[in-house]
């Protein structure tokens, strides 16, 4: 889902025709590319967070919490500055590697 990228609150949704507002993002699916051959474990294959810190974990709570049952078949990725996602092949299938945080 593309909605976990807009929890922050730091984009402006607006850059898109038709979805002006964070609202009009909810249930919005990606581009599905970890899909449930990887990672992540539902049909909705992999949602990702970025710049995760210790900041956001109440937010990331709160909102995993609120997903409708549809949205929840979509994993959370939670990626830190130090963390890159990386996908193999057709299968989609993937792994975290984090680097040492930054400094």
Do not use: Q
């Not at 539902?42 to 919490?65: R, T």
């Not at 609120?66 to 299938?93: K, P, Q, T, W, Y």
Request: charged share 25%.
């Amino acid at each position: 889902l593309i909605e976990t990228a807009t929890w922050k609150g730091w984009d402006d949704p607006s850059v898109v025709p038709g979805k002006e507002s964070y609202e009009e993002w909810m249930g919005c699916r990606g581009l599905n590319f970890v899909g449930s051959g990887g990672i992540g474990n539902g049909d909705l294959g992999l949602s990702f967070f970025p710049h995760m810190s210790d900041d956001w974990n109440d937010l990331v709570g709160e909102k995993i919490a609120a997903m409708d049952n549809a949205s929840r078949g979509s994993s959370i990725c939670c990626l830190r500055e130090e963390d890159a996602c990386c996908v193999i092949g057709e299968r989609r299938s993937s792994f975290v590697i984090s680097g040492p945080p930054p400094i």
